[in-house]
């Protein structure tokens, strides 16, 4: 297994579980305690986690693991759900991306969709991300905009006031959100409240709002409020939802799709 790919799995393991312990760690991975000392300590110099006397800890609740180690969680979810999203957008719609990988995933399952091959522009994309700017951008027939800003490291977004400036200029057919949480209660929300701010912009510019989130975020509270239950128009989400939670969606006016 190569550094990457074990501090990937590493990082996945500390997420779900809260903690982990060398021996632990190792067994899980089929390494040698002395190579997870050895990622552990690096991590730490990252600030990716906190070390501990015999193994490491996250950084606490509002912890967030950055977008290049979170790709293959729940995958074929993901997939899944971006290929629902994308059918909901209309050929030569403008359609406003937030960061994420399950928006990365809307982003690349349109990129592929036959009926948006051509056209003047066949979709025009607007975003805060930089990583799906870049993949879009060879698309010809895809008009992107990016909204300009400061890049966030963890999220690839782009955030502050200089997105605030272009947002504030034009309006949308349709926001795809991507998100830390999903509550009927507490609304969309993110980790960080500069990101969480862009992503309402996005909203208040659309006619209508997707959410796009695998059934882990649902019924989860985050630090960053985005936007609430009331102004989302449809949540896509996969088949492992909690049926009582997708009701409470539904009677809250939230159309859901389960995939």
């Known amino acids: 297994m190569s550094r990457d790919a074990r501090w990937k799995a590493l990082l996945e ?3 779900e579980r809260g903690r982990l312990e060398v021996d632990e760690a190792a067994a899980e991975l089929a390494v040698s305690a002395a190579t997870i000392r050895r990622d552990f300590d690096q991590l730490a110099e990252q600030q990716m986690l906190v070390r501990t006397r015999g193994g490491a800890v996250v950084h606490g609740v509002s912890y967030e693991l950055p977008l290049r180690y979170k790709t293959a969680r729940r995958a ?3 997939q899944r759900i971006a290929k629902a999203v994308a059918e909901l957008v209309a ?3 403008a359609v406003g ?3 994420g990988t399950t928006t990365t995933e809307v982003a690349r399952a349109l990129a592929v969709r036959g009926d948006l091959a051509t056209g003047s522009p066949a979709l025009t994309v607007v ?3 930089l990583n799906i700017a870049n993949e879009l951008a060879v698309r010809p027939q895809f008009k992107i905009v990016v909204t300009g800003g400061v890049a966030r490291a963890q999220s690839y977004e782009l955030i502050g006031p200089l997105a605030d400036g272009v947002l504030s200029q034009i309006t949308l057919d349709v926001a795809v959100l991507g998100l830390v949480g999903f509550d009927v209660t ?3 929300a993110a980790h960080d409240e500069a990101e969480a701010a862009i992503n309402r912009l996005l909203c208040e510019r659309a006619e209508r709002v997707v959410v796009a989130a695998d059934s882990s975020k649902l019924g989860r509270r985050a ?3 985005i936007c609430g239950a009331e102004l989302v128009d449809t ?3 996969d088949a492992a939802a909690d049926q009582e939670t997708v009701r409470r969606f539904e009677e809250a006016g939230v159309r859901v799709l389960t995939v």
């Open 13 to 15: 393991l500390l997420v």
């Open 76 to 78: 074929s979810e993901k």
């Open 91 to 93: 050929p030569g719609e």
């Open 97 to 99: 991306l937030t960061g």
């Open 127 to 129: 975003t805060n991300a």
């Open 186 to 188: 507490h609304g969309a």
């Open 223 to 225: 630090f960053a409020r």
């Open 235 to 237: 949540l896509v989400t």
